[in-house]
Each structure stands twice: as structure tokens, then as C-alpha cells.
């Protein structure tokens, strides 16, 4: 080898080299000016890292101020959904409590009434008033309250109320009449049978002459249509009886010689109903058809002034809300009491005839009358939260779902109930 040989080949290798290096630093430069992708990687390095650590600070803070906010704001909810439950519990309680109350003081709490001895008469009629809020509710409402105050001397009416006031305690599971029986001993002696119907009869007139008292009866005028006459009653006769039980027959005499009418208005409480020992079915079938039903019979005719015979036309043309029915028991000749089985429907439908709306009642209780007259026994079974309880005295029974109440043979008194509006 001679080095010397060569000289030029030693600068071309040092040539080569730092040309070599100079296009690597020239690389490198365009690598890093031109390839923005690649230089990313490299230069966000750093401010990613930082970045990153600014997020987190961020994150880190947020997520402590949304922690801190959460808890809080999940401490408020917390709160407020226990404050909520709580309340909630507390209205369904109240609202419970509320629908208890109404239903004891609507249907009772279905309990017995004490019978001292012979006065079933009166203790079944008063299960059967249980049965009938609007009986007591009139005296619920505050203005009926400062009502009830200016009625104070009404012994009766005051003498109800205690005793519903007694019959909604729920402490007692049997109710006493009480005081209200005083009202009672001179027309129903105390330990005799006594009419159930007549006590009724005897209650609710007592009631009218107490709440109606200071109406005054307004000079009567002559009134037209059905609706003049039973509206210019009404004004007159204001009281919860009249308003719940109180119907208006119309009956019309025609004069067979002259044709001339006359037209009487009466009201009734109750309706008799027949029995009959051949058909059953013949009290009700002679009530549903009475408008039909023209009876002959002699009359004084106002414009022959003479006996004369008239056809009647009788219909009913105001149904109360609550009709009274009586199976007419007494046989009207021997005064022996008729046993005999009664059909009677558990609803019926009746058409109003001045406003041609057909009613339909409900049987809502029965009376029952077992025995003789002088040694008899009465029992009432009452609809009572839509379920039928046997009220015997002090003891009551409900009664299975299928239990029908018209199929009770010794029935004596009817209730029945429409829910249509009756006003004419
Ligand atoms: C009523 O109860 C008495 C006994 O407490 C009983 O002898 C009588 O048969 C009962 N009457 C009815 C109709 O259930
Ligand atoms: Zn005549």
C-alpha cells in the first residue's frame, strides 16, 4: 500500500463524510420543517405532557367542585326526597285516615245497637238511617254547624247527631239510642211491640215540625204545572225529611155526569204496598202500573154539588230521592198479621211525568218483621259499602257476596235509592 499513491481518495472519504453529515442536518431540517405530523409527535410532546397535566389539574378541580356540588346537591335531594317520602307517607296517611273517617261517617262502622228490650222497632230503623249520609250530612258543613247552634231547643234533630256522633266512635263497638228514646215513651211505651213504620212516620215528623217550624207558608196562588206545586212545597217545607223522603201524588176526580176534574195534590212519605197471599207479585206490579190504574168511586162533584160517581186517576208525580215502601202486614179485618211471602225487585225504573225522565231506584234496606204482632221481632238488612250486612240488635253479620236481598220472605219496610236527579 502506499498512502501517498492515493491522496485524493483520503480527501474524498473526508469529503464524502461531512456531506454525508451535511445531508443528514439538511434531512433532519426538512424532516422537521416540512413533515408536520412527524414533528408533532416531537415538539407536542412537551405541551401535551403539560397539557395534560393542566387537564387533569383541571378535571381533578372540576371533578372535586362537581363532587362537592353533587354531594351537595345529592344531600339536597336526599333530603328532599326523604322530605318527600315523608310528606307523601304523611298525605297517604291523612288521605287514608280522611277516607276512614268519611267511610265510617258515611256507612258506619257497622256495628249493633243496644236493645234494652222490645225496641227493635226502632233500633232496625235507625241502622237503616245509618245507611243514609244525607240523613246527618246536611249538619257536616260549617254554615250547617252555626246552624245547628240556633237550632239548639231541637231536641230530635240534636239527639240524631249525638247519637251518629256515638255510632262513627270507634272505641265502641256497640251504640246505646240514648236520651233520644225519651222523645219516644208517650207514643211508643218503652218494653211493648211497637210499629216499625209508625215510628218512622213519627220520627220524620218530628224532624219537619222541628226544622220547618219558622217557615211561613207563603200565600198560596194558584199554581200551574207539577213543578210550581212541588217547588212551592218545598219552599215551605225545607226541612232534610222533606228534601230526602217526600214525594207528591196528584190525584185527578172526573165527574161522570158533567166531566168535570178536580185535582188534589198530596204528599207522601211512604208508599203501602198489598200483600197478597195467591200472588205475591201483586203490591209491586200495582205500584209499577198505578198511572194506569182508574178506580171508580162516588164523589161530591163541586159543580153537580151532588153525590155523583167519578173515575181517579192517581199517579206519583214527585219521586224523592229515597223511597219508603210498606208491605201492608195487618189484615185490615181480623188485625192478625199476613205472613205471607212478598216479591220485590232488587231495582226498578219509574217514569217522572212532567219531565218524562225515567228514575231508577236501588234497594238500599229491608226491614224484616218475624213472629206475631204482640210477640214479634225486627231485624234490618242494609247495604253498606256496597256489601249487605244483617243488623239484629246489638249483633251484626256481613253477609256472603251472593246473598240476595230480595229473597227475604218476612220483609216489612223497603228502602230504595235513586241516584237520577228527581227534581221536576
Ligand atoms: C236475632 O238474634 C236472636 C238472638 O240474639 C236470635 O234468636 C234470632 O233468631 C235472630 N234473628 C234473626 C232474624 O236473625
Ligand atoms: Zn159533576
Redesign the pocket.
Given at each position: 500500500m502506499k498512502p501517498s499513491q492515493y491522496p485524493h481518495l483520503e480527501l474524498d472519504i473526508f469529503t464524502c463524510f461531512i456531506g454525508i453529515i451535511l445531508a443528514c442536518i439538511l434531512a433532519f431540517y426538512y424532516l422537521y420543517k416540512c413533515l408536520p405530523s412527524f414533528t408533532f409527535v416531537l415538539r407536542d410532546k412537551e405541551t401535551q405532557d403539560s397539557l395534560e397535566k393542566d387537564l387533569d389539574k383541571v378535571i381533578k378541580e372540576d371533578s372535586t367542585k362537581l363532587i362537592q356540588k353533587d354531594s351537595q346537591r345529592e344531600f339536597m335531594t336526599k333530603e328532599k326526597i326523604e322530605d318527600k317520602t315523608i310528606l307523601q307517607e304523611q298525605i297517604i296517611k291523612k288521605k287514608e285516615a280522611l277516607k276512614k273517617d268519611r267511610r265510617l261517617k258515611e256507612f258506619g262502622s257497622n256495628k249493633g245497637i243496644v236493645n234494652p228490650g222490645l225496641d227493635c222497632f226502632l233500633v232496625s230503623a235507625l241502622q237503616c238511617f245509618v245507611s243514609i249520609p244525607e240523613f246527618f250530612s246536611p249538619y257536616d258543613e260549617p254554615e250547617d254547624m252555626q246552624c245547628k247552634e240556633s237550632v239548639g231547643e231541637m231536641s230530635v234533630l240534636n239527639e240524631i247527631i249525638a247519637f251518629r256522633e256515638r255510632y262513627y266512635q270507634v272505641s265502641q263497638d256497640k251504640v246505646k239510642v240514648g236520651s233520644m228514646r225519651n222523645y219516644f215513651d208517650q207514643e211508643f211505651p218503652r218494653y211493648s211491640q211497637h210499629d216499625s213504620c209508625q215510628y218512622i212516620m213519627s220520627l220524620f215528623e218530628i224532624l219537619q215540625t222541628e226544622i220547618n217550624k219558622d217557615k211561613i207558608s207563603s200565600p198560596s196562588k194558584h199554581l200551574e204545572t207539577h213543578s210550581e206545586v212541588w217547588n212551592e212545597y218545598i219552599k215551605n217545607h225545607p226541612s232534610t225529611i222533606d228534601q230526602l223522603f217526600v214525594g207528591m201524588y196528584e190525584t185527578c176526580f172526573v165527574c161522570k155526569k158533567c166531566e168535570n176534574s178536580d185535582i188534589v195534590y198530596e204528599e207522601f212519605k211512604n208508599i203501602p204496598l198489598i200483600c197478597n197471599e195467591e200472588n205475591p207479585n201483586l203490591g209491586f206490579e200495582e205500584f209499577l202500573t198505578m198511572p194506569e190504574n182508574i178506580e171508580e168511586s162516588e164523589f161530591i162533584c163541586r159543580n153537580c154539588q151532588e153525590v155523583f160517581i167519578c173515575e181517579i186517576f192517581k199517579q206519583i208525580i214527585k219521586f224523592p230521592k229515597y223511597l219508603i215502601m210498606v208491605f201492608q202486614r195487618i189484615n185490615p179485618i181480623s188485625q192478625y198479621k199476613i205472613n205471607s211471602n212478598v216479591f220485590y225487585p232488587l231495582s226498578f225504573s219509574q217514569r217522572v211525568p212532567s219531565t218524562k225522565e225515567q228514575l231508577t231506584y236501588n234497594l238500599e234496606s229491608i226491614i224484616?218483621h218475624?213472629g206475631t204482632l204482640s210477640s214479634g221481632?225486627y231485624?234490618a238488612t242494609c247495604k253498606r259499602d256496597s256489601k249487605w250486612v244483617?243488623f239484629?240488635?246489638s249483633?251484626c253479620n256481613d253477609l256472603p257476596a251472593n246473598f240476595d236481598p230480595t229473597s227475604l220472605p218476612n220483609a216489612y219496610i223497603l228502602f230504595y235509592k235513586t241516584e237520577s236527579n228527581c227534581d221536576i
Open positions: 224484616s218475624t221481632h231485624t244483617h239484629n240488635d249483633s
